[in-house]
């Protein structure tokens, strides 16, 4: 059963940082792209960033690029999401997601595992 679970989230003021991390088991995470999404109330479901299954293609959001970096550790099956300088508008629940595929997806119906979500609220 794969099973994907997000930790990390929390309650951080403007120009703060969280790190998520997202550990991954029952699937073989090395042939598997990562991807992060994230919904913030009202609001649909966005792509936030994606790595691929070596770790050296990333792709990100035009929202988050140059604050958000998203790294991987396949002997760890962990993925994460370094997140600097935030901003209210970050405020979302954050969903990591596994795509079994080289390259990575900023569409959420190419993923086929996701996670519960962990919270990230950003006060201004």
């Known amino acids: 059963q794969v099973q994907l679970v997000e930790s990390g989230g929390g309650l951080v003021q403007a120009g703060g940082s969280l790190r998520l991390s997202c550990a991954a088991s029952g699937l073989t995470f090395s042939v598997y792209t990562m991807g992060w999404f994230r919904r913030a109330p009202g609001k649909e479901r966005e792509f936030v960033a994606a790595?691929?299954?070596?770790?050296?293609?990333?792709y990100y959001a035009d929202s988050v690029k140059g604050r958000f970096t998203i790294s991987r550790d396949n002997a760890k099956n962990t993925v994460y999401l370094q997140m600097n300088n935030l901003k209210p508008e970050d405020t979302a629940v954050y969903y990591c997601a596994a795509r079994r595929h080289v390259y990575g997806s900023p569409r959420a119906e190419n993923y086929d595992y996701w996670g519960q979500g962990t919270q990230v609220t950003v006060s201004s």
């Open positions: 790595i691929s299954w070596s770790g050296g293609t990333t």
